[in-house]
Nanobody, 117 residues
């Protein structure tokens, strides 16, 4: 059974940093693309960052240079390091696992990130 559990969200001032963690179970990172998405109120869910083969990454244009995504296979955890946060980064952030050889697609429950002074 696949489970994804996000942690590390909260309230931070503009310019601050947060690190989100996604603890996974039932996932072999060799066969999944891991990603972080976000959804702000009244907006569609959008991809923030994805990591392929544990190495190659892609990012939403507006977060390039500020966010990084990484995997610690020993801890079954995917991280999203968010620096220089802006109010427009405020959203619910979701961890995602997309199988590379099937249509299996899994989501975490989401975690709130609020950037405000």
């Amino acid at each position: 059974q696949v489970q994804l559990a996000e942690s590390g969200g909260g309230l931070v001032q503009p310019g601050g940093s947060l690190r989100l963690s996604c603890l996974s179970s039932g996932i072999d990172f060799n066969y999944y693309v891991m990603g972080w998405y976000r959804q702000a109120p009244g907006k569609q869910r959008e991809v923030v960052a994805r990591i392929f083969d544990g190495i190659s990454t892609i990012f939403l244009e507006s977060v390039k240079g500020r966010f990084t995504i990484s995997i610690d296979k020993t801890k079954n955890t995917v991280y999203l390091q968010m620096n220089s946060l802006k109010p427009e980064d405020t959203a619910v952030y979701y961890c995602n696992a997309a199988a590379t050889s099937s249509h299996n697609n899994y989501w975490g429950q989401g975690i709130q990130v609020t950037v405000s002074s």
